[in-house]
T-cell receptor, first 107, second 114 residues
Framework: GQQVMQIPQYQHVQEGEDFTTYCNSS?????IQWYKQRPGGHPVFLIQ?????EVKKQKRLTFQFGEAKKNSSLHITATQTTDVGTYFC???????FGQGTELSVKP | DAGVIQSPRHEVTEMGQEVTLRCKPI?????LFWYRQTMMRGLELLIY????????DSGMPEDRFSAKMPNASFSTLKIQPSEPRDSAVYFC????????????FGDGTRLSIL
């Protein structure tokens, strides 16, 4: 079945540093979604990308969908402690979630 | 607007007991999903429904697990008999007009089987 692989699994950054997580698939994706899960919380939908090469921004977050629609990235500029959590990509007809990237931010 | 509502929030029970988890999706959403989250296996889709009909239950671990959706505003996930390896956080989510549309998750049920 379809799988999405996320890297890295963990990322520890100093507050103010940038952060990027990547999501890769061996098959072409019709769309990709990103979710954030705070510690002890539930996944919360952030964004959906549909078009090849699409780039969307939400304040300090930038989301990209690859030209071949097989990969995606989430970049956070100047991380803050409020960015702490696990970021998941999800894709497929029945959403398959990646393993997530756990972000910790040291103040 | 009320989000997805799950109950109970926490459940601790002894192995062998029956466990029933409950979910009320967002009103108007026609898809409902049950997930299990563990450190080892991440977020796994167990089963999903469309218009109260189970569409894909390929993620259900074994016959001890069953799920029902008797109406558009209520679903249950039952484990009988429960085992320690069932300990996990179980999430319910709902979406509108498509299994690949953005999903809204409940707060989850943290299940511990002793």
């Amino acid at each position: 079945g379809q799988q999405v692989m996320q890297i890295p699994q963990y990322q520890h950054v100093q507050e103010g540093e940038d952060f990027t997580t990547y999501c890769n698939s061996s098959t072409t994706l019709s769309n990709i979604q990103w979710y954030k899960q705070r510690p002890g919380g539930h996944p919360v939908f952030l964004i959906q990308l549909v078009k090849s090469g699409e780039v969307k921004k939400q304040k300090r977050l930038t989301f990209q969908f690859g030209e071949a629609k097989k990969n995606s990235s989430l970049h956070i500029t100047a991380t803050q402690t409020t960015d702490v959590g696990t970021y998941f990509c999800a894709a497929g007809g029945k959403l398959i979630f990646g393993q997530g990237t756990e972000l910790s931010v040291k103040p | 607007d009320a989000g997805v509502i799950q109950s109970p929030r926490h459940e601790v029970t002894e192995m062998g007991q029956e466990v029933t988890l409950r979910c009320k999706p967002i009103s108007g959403h026609d898809y409902l999903f049950w997930y299990r989250q563990t450190m080892m296996r991440g977020l796994e889709l167990l089963i999903y429904f469309n218009n109260n009909v189970p569409i894909d239950d390929s993620g259900m671990p074994e016959d001890r697990f069953s799920a029902k959706m008797p109406n558009a505003s209520f679903s249950t996930l039952k484990i009988q008999p429960s085992e320690p390896r069932d300990s996990a956080v179980y999430f319910c989510a709902s979406s509108f007009q498509g299994s690949s549309q953005p999903q809204h998750f409940g707060d989850g049920t943290r299940l511990s089987i002793l």
